[in-house]
């Protein structure tokens, strides 16, 4: 199995596991909340002498604020019931557990035995006893006596009340006291990373089961039979998870509610079948893995479970592996949608939970990783390692800021100066960094707005103008390349120029690009005392990315960019936001800039230099946006009547990335000025473009 996990997972499991504890789930808290419910349970016992018990998120204490879970409440009735005759004792109201062929998997009937004899009754029927196929008289289902007289609405055999803000699901349920037969394969199959503990096994198999009023959907007799519940075991399997599996699990339900209820409906995945996962992957991977560092790593492994089980359309009890818990499902359409919901997070490499909003976790989380991770007792390369996962954790907090629509980029402006002036001094110059980039972001986007009137407004132009200013420190490239391209796409050449020339004046060719920072290079920065600011603005440089609403703010080449993912194959659904966004290489960018700049003022020998410059850095360095890349520097090849080179590095492009490429634009009015040239002679194909 290979995972897409990035490699800074580990320093951003333990940032997640600190903003989860923040929420209520630290194991202080998690055991208080477990503590009370089974004080809570006792005293209700004891006071009102009724065998009730609770289970559910509530009890287990894996629920938040925002998941609101209900409460499972089972109240226990008379009745007893007998695994075998050999513990039969007179004078009591039993019943035998029994099963035939056509029985579903985790499903009983219940047939009555003789109060003063050890003997089964046949043929008798009325009152809550039927007869069923084989003439056995067993015990009804749908009885009254299993639906209580108080109930704001029924659901199945729970009946739902409201007592303030939580929600209690009430059913009647008869306990079966011994571990029944169909499920004893559990207690003896191989375990490999004894989990559960044989000691655990024993206690598990003390709990028994409880039989609950409800039969299988697609059953003859579905008024006869009862369902296997193990609510005991699954609650002390839950408090046997250590913290690591029961994060994990409440971040599954948590990306249940956030990504899936939302766009499919609320019975396409349910906590039981996150649940469920979680007991199967620890049950087969060893107890090393679930540690705190690797909270992502675990959460993966736990949605390519999903991911396989939902492709296959089977979701095995844990208990009872031969019941599938999909059925009646997964229709054609859920199933289909589930899976693009769970392709598409995995595809994302973690970075979707800075978009969670349930319980504020996707903010606490950014707001986490932007606070420095340099500390005073680090020194030279743990210090190093430390600030490379600093710079790309704040490469994630902007990546999901370009997401924001217009509107939203202004509130979650208000917000960052607010935390700005009101947290501590290293959170504040995080903050400063990330600032920096926003103001590109929305100077670029207002620019892009008003470029696109008949008439711009000159004051919003200005306004613009200010804000790529006040971004364009933000690194060593990206935010002066902004501001360049702000220039250029207004023809104010000489500025443009200017701001071009300056970045070369400055320009550290030592710098280190985000995705190419070596440990070497920054021991020897650190050696100078620079802060967290100053490293990243003079030293570290950024890809540079537009996203679609700057589409009028971007040189005509890489307008095609921003269609690579149109077509009838493509939709929302399938392209993620990161895939969205265009991204060039700061360095070949800066290149790419003075050519368009140059080519427009007739410079020949200054156009013949960076066109120069743009064909060695594209050999000999491992450029991230490589087909983007090529893509520029074919159009600039094009400009130079170079038509032939440019074909050539289009095909090395379409080599490269076979789709989504927007090679397919020029490659198209490349043949289209080929046919022109056949046609209409060399004229016509000279004025092709």
Same mark, same amino acid.
């Given at each position: 199995?290979?995972?897409?996990?990035?490699?800074?997972?580990?320093?951003?499991?333990?940032?997640?596991?600190?903003?989860?504890?923040?929420?209520?789930?630290?194991?202080?808290?998690?055991?208080?909340?477990?503590?009370?419910?089974?004080?809570?349970?006792?005293?209700?016992?004891?006071?009102?002498?009724?065998?009730?018990?609770?289970?559910?998120?509530?009890?287990? +204490?894996?629920?938040?604020?925002?998941?609101?879970?209900?409460?499972?409440?089972?109240?226990?009735? &008379?009745?007893?019931?007998?695994?075998?005759?050999?513990?039969?004792?007179?004078?009591?109201?039993?019943?035998?557990?029994?099963?035939?062929?056509?029985?579903?998997?985790?499903?009983?009937?219940?047939?009555?035995?003789? @109060?003063?004899?050890?003997?089964?009754?046949?043929?008798?029927?009325?009152?809550?006893?039927?007869?069923?196929?084989? @003439?056995?008289?067993?015990?009804?289902?749908?009885?009254?006596? *299993?639906?209580?007289?108080?109930?704001?609405?029924?659901?199945?055999?729970?009946?739902?009340?409201?007592?303030?803000?939580?929600?209690?699901?009430?059913?009647?349920?008869?306990?079966?006291?011994?571990?029944?037969?169909?499920?004893?394969?559990?207690?003896?199959?191989?375990?490999?990373?004894?989990?559960?503990?044989?000691?655990?096994?024993?206690?598990?198999?003390?709990?028994?089961?409880?039989?609950?009023?409800?039969?299988?959907?697609?059953?003859?007799?579905?008024?006869?039979?009862?369902?296997?519940?193990?609510?005991?075991?699954?609650?002390?399997?839950?408090?046997?998870?250590?913290?690591?599996?029961?994060?994990?699990?409440?971040?599954?339900?948590?990306?249940?509610?956030?990504?899936?209820?939302?766009?499919?409906?609320?019975?396409?995945?349910?906590?039981?079948?996150?649940?469920?996962?979680?007991?199967?992957?620890?049950?087969?991977?060893?107890? &090393?893995?679930?540690?705190?560092?690797? *909270?992502?790593?675990?959460?993966?492994?736990?949605?390519?479970?999903?991911?396989?089980?939902?492709?296959?359309?089977?979701?095995?009890?844990?208990?009872?592996?031969?019941?599938?818990?999909?059925?009646?499902?997964?229709?054609?359409?859920?199933?289909?949608?589930?899976?693009?919901?769970?392709?598409?997070?995995?595809?994302?490499?973690?970075?979707?939970?800075?978009?969670?909003?349930?319980?504020?976790?996707?903010?606490?989380?950014?707001?986490?990783?932007?606070?420095?991770?340099?500390?005073?007792?680090?020194?030279?390369?743990?210090?190093?390692?430390?600030?490379?996962?600093?710079?790309?954790?704040?490469?994630?907090?902007?990546?999901?800021?370009?997401?924001?629509?217009?509107?939203? =980029?202004?509130?979650?402006?208000?917000?960052?100066?607010?935390?700005?002036?009101?947290?501590?001094?290293?959170?504040?110059?995080?903050?400063?960094?990330?600032?920096?980039?926003?103001?590109?972001?929305?100077?670029?986007?207002?620019?892009?707005?008003?470029?696109?009137?008949?008439?711009?407004?000159?004051?919003?132009?200005?306004?613009?103008?200010?804000?790529?200013?006040?971004?364009?420190?933000?690194?060593?490239?990206?935010?002066?390349?902004?501001?360049?391209?702000?220039?250029?796409?207004?023809?104010?050449?000489?500025? +443009?120029?200017?701001?071009?020339?300056?970045?070369?004046?400055?320009?550290?060719?030592?710098?280190?690009?985000?995705?190419?920072?070596?440990?070497?290079?920054?021991?020897?920065?650190?050696?100078?005392?620079?802060?967290?600011?100053?490293?990243?603005?003079?030293?570290?440089?950024?890809?540079?990315?537009?996203?679609?609403?700057?589409?009028?703010?971007?040189?005509?080449?890489?307008?095609?960019?921003?269609?690579?993912?149109?077509?009838?194959?493509?939709?929302?659904?399938?392209?993620?936001?990161?895939?969205?966004?265009?991204?060039? &290489?700061?360095?070949?960018?800066?290149?790419?800039?003075?050519?368009?700049?140059?080519?427009?003022?007739?410079?020949?020998?200054?156009?013949?230099?960076?066109?120069?410059?743009?064909?060695?850095?594209?050999?000999?360095?491992?450029?991230? !946006?490589?087909? =983007?890349?090529?893509?520029?520097?074919?159009?600039?090849?094009?400009?130079?009547?170079?038509?032939?080179?440019?074909?050539?590095?289009?095909?090395?492009?379409?080599?490269? =990335?076979?789709?989504?490429?927007? $090679?397919?634009?020029?490659? $198209?009015?490349?043949?289209? $000025?080929?046919?022109? !040239?056949?046609?209409?002679?060399?004229?016509?194909?000279?004025?092709a473009d």
């Open positions: 199995m290979t995972l897409s996990i990035p490699e800074y997972s580990k320093e951003l499991s333990l940032r997640l596991s600190g903003v989860l504890d923040t929420i209520g789930l630290g194991e202080d808290i998690r055991w208080k909340r477990i503590n009370m419910w089974i004080q809570s349970e006792e005293m209700e016992s004891k006071v009102n002498r009724k065998r009730k018990h609770y289970f559910g998120s509530q009890p287990e +204490a894996t629920t938040t604020t925002d998941l609101n879970s209900d409460v499972d409440c089972v109240i226990l009735l &008379d009745h007893s019931v007998l695994g075998d005759l050999e513990s039969w004792v007179p004078g009591v109201l039993t019943f035998l557990t029994v099963s035939d062929e056509n029985t579903p998997p985790g499903y009983v009937k219940l047939q009555q035995v003789y @109060g003063d004899l050890p003997w089964l009754i046949y043929h008798e029927h009325g009152g809550h006893l039927k007869l069923d196929r084989y @003439g056995r008289s067993v015990l009804c289902n749908n009885h009254s006596r *299993l639906k209580p007289d108080f109930a704001d609405y029924h659901h199945g055999p729970a009946n739902t009340n409201h007592f303030g803000t939580i929600t209690v699901d009430t059913v009647y349920a008869i306990r079966n006291p011994t571990w029944p037969g169909q499920v004893y394969q559990w207690l003896t199959r191989n375990r490999r990373h004894n989990w559960p503990s044989q000691q655990m096994i024993d206690l598990i198999k003390g709990t028994g089961a409880l039989l609950v009023p409800v039969g299988h959907k697609l059953s003859h007799e579905q008024h006869l039979e009862w369902r296997l519940s193990f609510s005991h075991a699954e609650k002390l399997l839950v408090w046997l998870f250590n913290s690591t599996q029961y994060k994990c699990y409440i971040l599954l339900k948590i990306i249940n509610k956030s990504f899936i209820k939302p766009n499919i409906g609320n019975d396409a995945l349910s906590s039981y079948h996150c649940k469920t996962c979680i007991w199967y992957l620890i049950e087969n991977t060893p107890t &090393d893995v679930w540690q705190p560092d690797n *909270l992502l790593v675990c959460l993966e492994l736990c949605l390519r479970l999903l991911h396989t089980w939902v492709e296959s359309k089977i979701c095995p009890n844990y208990f009872i592996p031969e019941e599938n818990m999909f059925d009646f499902k997964l229709s054609g359409d859920i199933q289909v949608q589930l899976l693009g919901v769970l392709s598409d997070l995995l595809k994302q490499e973690c970075r979707y939970l800075v978009g969670i909003s349930c319980d504020n976790i996707g903010q606490k989380l950014m707001m986490t990783c932007q606070s420095p991770l340099i500390e005073p007792k680090l020194q030279g390369q743990d210090v190093a390692q430390v600030l490379i996962t600093s710079v790309k954790f704040l490469l994630i907090s902007f990546e999901y800021v370009t997401t924001l629509g217009f509107k939203d =980029i202004f509130k979650f402006k208000h917000s960052a100066l607010d935390r700005l002036f009101h947290s501590h001094e290293p959170r504040r110059e995080a903050n400063a960094i990330l600032w920096k980039f926003y103001c590109s972001f929305i100077g670029s986007q207002l620019a892009s707005k008003n470029l696109s009137k008949e008439t711009p407004d000159l004051h919003a132009l200005d306004i613009a103008n200010e804000f790529l200013l006040m971004g364009s420190s933000s690194d060593v490239l990206s935010g002066k390349l902004k501001l360049a391209t702000f220039y250029l796409v207004r023809d104010k050449l000489d500025m +443009a120029e200017y701001v071009l020339n300056e970045i070369h004046e400055h320009y550290c060719y030592k710098i280190s690009e985000w995705n190419n920072i070596t440990t070497h290079t920054l021991q020897a920065l650190l050696t100078k005392n620079l802060s967290t600011t100053q490293l990243i603005s003079q030293c570290v440089a950024f890809p540079v990315y537009y996203h679609p609403l700057e589409i009028n703010c971007v040189p005509k080449a890489l307008i095609q960019e921003m269609f690579r993912f149109t077509g009838p194959d493509q939709d929302d659904s399938s392209t993620n936001y990161i895939q969205k966004l265009v991204s060039v &290489d700061p360095k070949f960018y800066l290149y790419f800039l003075e050519f368009i700049c140059h080519h427009q003022q007739n410079k020949s020998s200054h156009k013949k230099a960076a066109l120069e410059n743009m064909m060695f850095t594209i050999r000999h360095e491992d450029l991230r !946006f490589m087909d =983007i890349s090529l893509n520029l520097l074919a159009y600039c090849l094009t400009q130079e009547e170079r038509r032939m080179n440019s074909f050539n590095v289009l095909c090395k492009s379409m080599k490269l =990335i076979p789709q989504n490429n927007a $090679a397919k634009w020029q490659m $198209a009015t490349f043949l289209n $000025a080929s046919f022109r !040239f056949l046609r209409g002679g060399r004229k016509n194909y000279t004025n």
